[in-house]
């Protein structure tokens, strides 16, 4: 009989081992997995997969192809100035498609405008209220007066250099809230939130003033295309920060809501430029000595 019950504990024991073994492997083996798996963050699916390296196939010349600059992802901060500011009638006027804080002299890039439309018409939608545009396209004269006229260097950039040269840049506030009270107010810490769903990016965000030697503007918003907003706020880069990754990683491929794109660096070479063979794309400088290339 003891030998008996000997042998039995012996089997429980053995099958207890057998099922910790498996469940360890079972453990291992997700791990595994998942450690391999694009994490998704977000509703809209968009995810990283591994960075992939892939060479392009086709040179181009740029002027032959029909080739667009859509000037997104161009780069103006205190070392890069503007290259080409846009022509008046690359512009249209804020007023009325949004609400502005005066009706005349409002423009943006139409992608922007479009973008922020969208933003308000979302925000209205879920009950954040009184949102407006206080300052859209500014040109470098202009520039000049904010900037000789004593406004705060933290945040005003010298002539040449803001953002709101390329009419892509759009300074948010809400009706009854401060500048300094924004970004703790519900507008703004919603816009923050969000604002890269329509391809908005908070540009100066709190934490980055080293990279975009500006002070935490919580009102101030840039175009740069949702997929690339998707990408800079889930991995929490600013805009010098997301250029200089495509750069060094050569291109990332990712997928939203099951479209792959491929986004690739090029560099500037004699007005020639290497495009994946078969592909739709989109390009824009990165006004520093690149482009960037979306392709799907
Ligand atoms: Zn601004």
Redesign the pocket.
């Known amino acids: 009989m003891a030998s008996r019950k000997k042998i039995r504990a012996y089997r429980i024991e053995k099958t207890l081992l057998f099922l910790m073994v498996m469940v360890m492997g079972v453990c291992a083996a997700y791990m595994i997995i998942t450690a391999n798996e694009p994490i998704t963050r977000d509703a809209d699916s968009i995810i990283i997969t591994s960075p992939a390296r892939i060479e392009p196939q086709a040179a181009t010349a740029l002027a032959n192809t029909g080739f667009t600059d859509t000037g997104y992802l161009a780069l103006v901060n205190h070392n890069h100035a503007v290259r080409a500011q846009p022509s008046h009638d690359m512009l249209v006027s804020a007023w009325p498609t949004v609400a502005v804080s005066r009706v005349d002299g409002m423009y943006l890039h139409p992608s922007a405008l479009r973008a922020v439309s969208e933003l308000f018409a979302s925000a209205q939608a879920a009950g954040v209220e009184g949102l407006f545009v206080t300052?859209g396209f500014r040109g470098v004269e202009h520039q000049a007066q904010l900037y000789n006229g004593g406004a705060n260097g933290n945040?005003v950039m010298p002539p040449g250099h803001?953002?709101?040269h390329t009419g892509l840049?759009?300074?948010i506030m809400a009706m009854g809230i401060g500048q300094f009270e924004f970004g703790d107010s519900a507008q703004g810490q919603w816009l923050g939130a969000n604002s890269y769903r329509y391809g908005l990016i908070l540009?100066?965000p709190e934490g980055a003033e080293h990279i975009t030697g500006i002070a935490f503007?919580p009102?101030?918003?840039r175009y740069v295309g949702r997929v690339h907003a998707y990408i800079m706020r889930r991995e929490g880069l600013v805009l010098e920060e997301y250029i200089q990754l495509i750069k060094d990683e050569g291109s990332i491929q990712i997928e939203k809501n099951g479209k792959s794109y491929l986004i690739l660096f090029q560099a500037d070479q004699n007005d020639t430029i290497n495009l994946p063979a078969g592909m739709e794309f989109t390009i824009s400088s990165t006004n520093t000595a690149g482009y960037i290339v979306k392709a799907w």
């Open positions: 300052s945040f803001s953002e709101h840049a759009v300074d540009r100066y503007e009102w101030h918003f």
